[in-house]
Structures are given as C-alpha cells and as structure tokens.
C-alpha cells in the first residue's frame, strides 16, 4: 500500500510556471506507475500524464502536451508535474495516483489506479 500527497498548488497567473509534487510514503514506490489527473466542479476526472514506475516513460495528454512534463526521483518517493504557460483553463484540483505495475506500463484510465492524493488546487487567473 502506498499513500500520496500533493502538493504546490497555488494561485498563478496565466504564462507562469509551477511544479507539482506527489510524495508517497509506504513501501515499493518505484514498483507503482504513476498518474497526474485534475478535476474542475461538476466535470469528470481527467487524464493528465503518466510516468512509468522508472522513469523512462511519459506521456502527457493533448491539452497539456508541450506545456507539462512529468518526471521522478524514486529516491525521494516523489513525481513532479512541471506545468509551464499556463492557462485559465488549466485551473483545476489536481491530483496524483499510483498504479502497480510490473513493466513500462502506461496508464490513461484513472479506473486503473488504486491509490490517490487528497488533491491540491490550482487556480490560474487571466
């Protein structure tokens, strides 16, 4: 079992950078694949990126691909979500979760992920 906590949220304003991070603590982080996903009120989940349990792998979806990179440091138990140019439209809660996984798996459907963080908010204002 693994337990996730976000963090970095904040307000921003549109154009500017900020890094997320996902810290776990319990054991095997490096075995987990894991996924960024956000959620605005009354909207569904979304798919964010993914990185696989080593490192080697991301993948970002359209809406965020060229802006947001992923990466981690299973030393310190942690991801990162770089968002760079960011948006109005990116503000959301954003949340991260942990997948097993036994290979260089990549996971789009947050049906896959058995962990999640409580979430941390991010707000960009125009």
């Known amino acids: 079992q693994v337990q996730l906590v976000e963090s970095g949220g904040r307000l921003v304003q549109a154009g500017d950078s900020l890094r997320l991070s996902c810290t776990a603590s319990?054991?095997?982080?490096?075995?987990?694949?894991i996924g960024w996903f956000r959620q605005t009120p009354g909207k569904e989940r979304e798919f964010v990126g993914v990185?696989?349990?080593?490192?080697?792998?991301?993948y970002c979806s359209d809406s965020v691909k060229g802006r947001f990179t992923i990466s981690r440091d299973n030393a310190e138990n942690t991801v990162y979500l770089q968002m760079n140019s960011l948006k109005p439209e990116d503000t959301a809660v954003y949340y991260c979760?942990?997948?097993?996984?036994?290979?260089?798996?990549?996971?789009?459907?947050?049906?896959?992920?058995?962990?999640w963080g409580q979430g941390t908010q991010v707000t960009v204002s125009s």
């Open positions: 319990g054991r095997a982080f490096s075995t987990y694949t």
């Open positions: 990185i696989t349990r080593d490192g080697g792998r991301t």
């Open positions: 979760a942990a997948a097993p996984s036994y290979g260089s798996d990549l996971y789009y459907s947050k049906h896959l992920y058995d962990y």
